[in-house]
C-alpha cells in the first residue's frame, strides 16, 4: 500500500511529498516482525534505483503468500530532483545526502530529513541505492564504513554485487542516511551502480536477486533464495586511481570490469582538432577495473577509472 512518509508545502501551491509503497504478509503484519527499507532516488540523477524498485515490487506481488514480513520500497527521496532531472533538491540546491539526520525544528529540508529518519528507525535492515554519476560506470558493489563492517559484511556479501568497498572512517561523510542510521543502530548498505541518467537492467536484476537473497536470510521471503556470486571485499589500500594527465576527448581502450596488468592501455586522451594523442592512459597497477570514465570530455586532473589492486589476495590470504 502506497504510505506518505512526508509532505511539505512549497511555493505556488505546491508540496514536496515523499511516499513508500509497504509490502505485508496476506495474514498481516504484528509485533516482532523483520522489516526490510529499500531506498533510492536520493540524488535526481541516478535512475539505477527505479528499475530496481519496480522489479522488487513486480516479484512480490506475483507471489505475496512468500512473503513474511515488511517491505517498504522508498522509490524517491528527491521526486523534485528526479522529475527536473536535477542532482540536488531544486529551489534548495542542496544534496539530499549531505543533510542527515536533520531536526524536526530545522529548515525544510531538515525537517524532511528527520521525518525519513523516524519513519526507518524500526527497520532490521536498509539498503541504500545508488548509481554513479554521468561521468563514471560503476560494477555493481557494496560500501562499507570500516566502523560498521563487523556487522554489515555479513549482509552485503549476499547482496550479489561484484565486490564490496570496505572505506576507512576517515573518508565516510557523517551527514549521509547510511552513516546517519548505522550510528542509530539501524544496518544500512550502500548499493552503488551503473551510471547517472540510465538504466542498466542487467545491473537491476542482479541487485534485486541479492535483496530476495537477504529477505530469505532474515526470513522475511520463504521462496527459493536466488544464487548469489562470491563477492571481492576489499580495503581503502587496494584502490588505485587513473587521472587525466591532459585535456581533451578520452577513449576507451578497454571494457568496463577488465583485468589488466601494469603498464596496460586504457585509453588514450586525443585532441580531434589536430588528430594527436595527448595522453596514453596506462594501469599503474595490476588488478580489475571497476570504475571507468564514460563521459568522454575530460579536463586534466578529472578521474578516468579506479583499479582493484591484485595484492588483495594476498592481504586476504595473511588475515
Known amino acids: 500500500m502506497i504510505q506518505e512518509v512526508v509532505s511539505v508545502g512549497l511555493p505556488v501551491d505546491e508540496r514536496w511529498k515523499i511516499i513508500k509503497n509497504r509490502f505485508e504478509p496476506e495474514e498481516g503484519a504484528h509485533s516482532g516482525m523483520k522489516r526490510i527499507c529499500v531506498i533510492t532516488g536520493t540524488h535526481g540523477d ?4 527505479q528499475y530496481v524498485c519496480y522489479e522488487l515490487a513486480r516479484r512480490i506481488n506475483a507471489h505475496p503468500e512468500l512473503l513474511h514480513g515488511i517491505v517498504d520500497i ?4 528527491n521526486p523534485l530532483g528526479i522529475d527536473s532531472i536535477t542532482r540536488s533538491v531544486p529551489m534548495f540546491d542542496l544534496d539530499m545526502n549531505r543533510i542527515f539526520p536533520g531536526t524536526n525544528t530545522g529548515a ?15 527497520a532490521d535492515m536498509t539498503i541504500d541505492i545508488h548509481a554513479s554519476n554521468i561521468f563514471l560506470r560503476e560494477t555493481p558493489q557494496v560500501r562499507v564504513n570500516e566502523l560498521s563492517a563487523d556487522v554489515l559484511l555479513p549482509y552485503a556479501k549476499l547482496l550479489n554485487t561484484d565486490f564490496v568497498w570496505v572505506h576507512s572512517s576517515a573518508t565516510v561523510l557523517e551527514a549521509t542516511l547510511a552513516y546517519s542510521l548505522n550510528v542509530t543502530g539501524v544496518p544500512c548498505l550502500v548499493a552503488e551502480m551503473g551510471v547517472g541518467m540510465r538504466i ?5 536484476i542482479q541487485l534485486v536477486d541479492g535483496i530476495f537473497r537477504i529477505m530469505c536470510e532474515m526470513g522475511i521471503w520463504s521462496g527459493e533464495a536466488p544464487a548469489v556470486r ?18 581533451g576527448i578520452f577513449i576507451p581502450a578497454i571494457e568496463h570490469w577488465t583485468h589488466v596488468n601494469e603498464g596496460d592501455h586504457i585509453g588514450d586522451i586525443v585532441y580531434p582538432a589536430t588528430g594527436e594523442i595527448l595522453h596514453n ?26 583499479i582493484l589492486d591484485d595484492e588483495y589476495e594476498e592481504d586476504i590470504e595473511n588475515e
Open 74 to 77: 522508498y522509490p524517491a527521496l
Open 46 to 49: 541516478e535512475l539505477e534505483g
Open 230 to 247: 562470491e563477492p571481492i571485499v576489499s580495503r581503502d589500500r587496494h584502490v588505485s586511481f587513473i587521472n587525466a594527465e591532459a585535456s
Open 200 to 204: 542498466t537492467k542487467d545491473y537491476g
Open 108 to 122: 525544510t529540508t531538515e525537517y524532511v530529513a528527520a521525518q525519513i529518519m523516524q519513519d526507518m528507525a524500526s
Open 281 to 306: 592512459v596506462k594501469a599503474e597497477v595490476s588488478g580489475r577495473v571497476f570504475t571507468l570514465r564514460e563521459y568522454p570530455v575530460v579536463y586534466s586532473g578529472s578521474l578516468i577509472a579506479r
